[in-house]
């Protein structure tokens, strides 16, 4: 009798500890609780699918929003929609434990309406290289997948200190960098924003990074008078960065300090953001050297 309540009394704690609740703060300080692990799991952005994979949650997503390309297994999952345009019916009806959100904008008035209907909702919303690795953390204490998360968020800490040391003498005398994430309306980013973070490790300094609205619409008058180094865009070429050659007055464009990044590593605050980072740092010391 006593052999057999030792064989059951170890196997009583591994059950109890697969359902013990987990909690974290999301991105809005806001507490989340689960009873148990999420087992399905919904991602309404791009960068925050990438994240859920990195942090080890695959088997528990059950659906993603519109552009989760990445990785290619996301591909495969089904799409509810996006902030601008989700499919709710369908989202409830695949019955999601935890739905993660871009937690700005329109994502906001998104959370409100899940919340209504009484849905978990993780806020996420990483503005600087740290957010981005508590976010792996996070995520995964949520999906059950701790150590995987901390061991994507370490590998993520030991890559960005190594470019954080490759490129610390350059922050010593930043150039001027104009981002531009579309020409018409001609809009770009503040300082609040992870881009401008790549910026900063770089050795740039974001010409409008003062402005108040994350992504502000400016005058091309205003990028004139600013007068940046070099001009940088989100996308596979420059050719969105072809009529500032004809202003003989702009320094980027008479010296050719016109540069894409890929996108979606720069704009994501996902893992791939320091992808982005790399690039973004390469062409930066390009135009330095210049």
């Known amino acids: 009798m006593l052999i057999g309540s030792i064989c059951i009394l170890p196997a009583l704690l591994v059950s109890a500890s697969s359902v013990a ?25 791009p960068h925050a699918t990438e994240l859920l994979f990195a ?16 990785p290619a297994a996301a591909k495969a999952l089904p799409s509810v929609g996006n902030v601008f345009a989700l499919d709710l019916e369908k989202l409830l009806a695949l019955k999601p434990d935890l739905v993660v959100v871009w937690g700005t904008g329109s994502g906001k008035l998104l959370v409100n309406k899940l919340r209504d209907n009484h849905i978990t909702v993780f806020e996420s919303e990483p503005r600087d290289y740290e957010m981005v690795t508590t976010t792996l953390e996070r995520l995964a204490i949520l ?31 930043p150039i001027s960098v104009f981002y531009q994430v579309n020409r018409k309306p001609l809009m770009t980013l503040n300082d609040t924003h992870m881009v401008s973070a790549a910026i900063r ?27 940046p180094d070099a001009i940088i865009t989100g996308g596979s070429n420059t050719d969105s960065l072809n009529e500032w050659r004809q202003f003989s007055v702009l320094t980027a464009a008479k010296k050719n300090h016109l540069y894409a990044v890929n ?11 320091l992808d982005g980072t790399e690039a973004l740092c390469k062409q930066i010391a390009a135009a330095r050297e210049k």
């Open 201 to 227: 490790l770089c050795g740039g300094k974001n010409v409008f990074g003062a402005l108040k609205e994350i992504s502000p619409t400016v005058s091309v008058e205003a990028l004139l008078a600013a007068n």
């Open 143 to 173: 999906a059950g997948t701790p150590a995987a998360g901390k061991a994507a968020a370490e590998q993520f800490r030991l890559r960005l200190a190594n470019l954080q040391k490759q490129y610390q003498s350059a922050r010593d005398k």
């Open 263 to 273: 996108g979606d590593w720069l704009n994501r605050a996902g893992p791939r953001i």
């Open 55 to 70: 942090a080890g949650a695959a088997k528990s997503i059950v659906a993603v929003s519109d552009y989760s390309d990445f």
């Open 21 to 45: 609740a987990v909690s974290v703060k999301d991105d809005a300080q806001r507490t989340i609780t689960l009873d148990k692990p999420a087992q399905r799991i919904i991602s309404l952005a």
